[in-house]
């Protein structure tokens, strides 16, 4: 197989705006005019080409931020929304009906699980929540009415590995479709590549990387595309979370610098790991021999990007985790705030933030414990002094045996 560069398909684009503009102009348009009523009428049947109806549908900057994001994941095209949650949840609802029901990673995104645990369940879609590490727990829970197999390539915020080829052959073996969230690991890994057939993100994380946004993407097949923005029944189209062209227009300029930023975030988080590992804490990055998906991860990535910037440690209890937060963000380290992909570190306690829509029972039994912080790991120029004053807020906290000691 021809070696998949994601960036480069990316750069390998071409779009110049109306007056030979270096970037496409911005479509500042809620509604587009047509030359003749029976073209509108075509187009609202789906039949006329390149002919734009309404934004809630699509606009010309949407497309151009979608073509760059079905470059970068190798799939026919892809949908932009309003954010994450504006991809994922029509997505799953497109594929499932009353009566279905979904295998889905147990470790992923707070919102994504309340979604499928709290209200599909409204719907008639029931789910079963298994360890994604294990294919035969997962093939396990497939059952006749199964449509979808749900997982994050990297998950949130665990950063446990799915094996994205197993999971794929599961998929076809059994007829099913297998959904991925790849907000995690952009570049990194290519889920398509590896069999997927269908892979979301969260444009609010790395892709646009200056948190001043939301943004979400479904990148797949024409086909699914053009039926999630059917207007009788297409449910991107008719729940309505689309995003604007502004916004397009400003991530996908963000988006040119993607694989720099990566490889930045990942050296940073692989030198902190490693620093963190050999200081005697508990730590959690995929890069590190220690975790059990490094091979995994090893065999799917795209080598050049690394291994992320998302990394989790334990530091025994929340109280511990909290002060240490709390001096962190004081000595200018980074921010205590959930989200990901910024130039500051941010640093949360996921229990009781990002994944506190998962009850407490069942974050014991994934392993989701109270002391646990998850790094999103800047773009620091200088991480070796970053690593120096960590370490003295920790010696601070108690977490460390003291610096020079
Ligand atoms: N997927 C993952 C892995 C996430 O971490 C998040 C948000 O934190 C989402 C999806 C949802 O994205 P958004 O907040 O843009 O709706």
Do not use: W
Request: charged content about 20%; proline content about 3%.
């Amino acid at each position: 197989m021809k070696e998949f560069k994601p960036a480069n398909n990316i750069q390998d684009l071409q779009y110049f705006g109306e007056f030979g503009g270096v970037n496409p102009s911005i479509s500042d348009s809620s509604t587009y005019t047509f030359l003749s009523a029976k073209t509108m009428f075509d187009t609202f049947e789906g039949n006329a080409d390149g002919c734009y109806l309404y934004s809630r549908h699509s606009t010309p900057s949407n497309l151009y931020l979608g073509e760059a994001l079905a470059a970068m994941e190798g799939t026919e095209t892809a949908n932009v929304a309003a954010s994450g949650m504006g991809a994922i949840t029509p997505t799953i609802l497109q594929f499932c009906q009353a009566g279905d029901h979904v295998v889905s990673s147990r470790t992923i995104y707070g919102g994504t699980y309340a979604f499928l645990k709290n209200f599909t369940p409204r719907l008639g879609i029931e789910t079963t929540f298994v360890d994604i590490t294990k294919l035969d727990i997962v093939e396990a829970a497939i059952t006749k009415d199964t449509k979808i197999i749900f997982c994050e390539c990297v998950s949130n915020p665990l950063l446990e590995i799915a094996d994205i080829e197993g999971l794929s052959k599961l998929a076809k073996k059994h007829g099913l479709q297998l959904l991925v969230d790849n907000t995690f690991s952009p570049l990194t890994i290519s889920p398509v590549k590896l069999g997927a057939d269908v892979v979301m993100h969260s444009l609010t994380k790395f892709i646009n990387g200056s948190s001043d946004t939301m943004g979400g993407v479904t990148c797949g097949s024409q086909e699914l595309i053009d039926t999630l923005r059917n207007v009788n029944d297409g449910a991107s189209m008719l729940l309505g979370a689309s995003m604007d062209s502004l916004r397009a227009a400003s991530i996908l300029k963000n988006m040119r610098t993607l694989h720099i930023r990566m490889k930045q975030h990942s050296s940073n988080a692989m030198y902190l790991a490693k620093k963190f590992e050999a200081d005697g804490l508990r730590t959690v990055y995929p890069g590190l021999p220690s975790h059990p998906g490094h091979e995994l991860f090893k065999k799917m990535m795209n080598e050049e990007y690394g291994f992320g910037g998302m990394l989790t440690i334990d530091v025994g209890s929340l109280e511990k985790a909290n002060t240490l937060m709390e001096l962190m963000q004081e000595r200018n380290l980074g921010y205590l705030a959930v989200s990901l992909g910024f130039y500051k570190t941010l640093f949360s306690a996921p229990g009781s933030s990002t994944s506190s829509e998962i009850p407490e029972d069942e974050q014991a039994e994934m392993g989701l414990t109270d002391g646990l912080i998850r790094f999103s790991i800047g773009l620091d120029n200088d991480i070796e002094r970053t690593y120096e004053m960590m370490k003295e807020c920790m010696a601070e906290v108690g977490i460390l045996v003291p610096v020079n000691n």
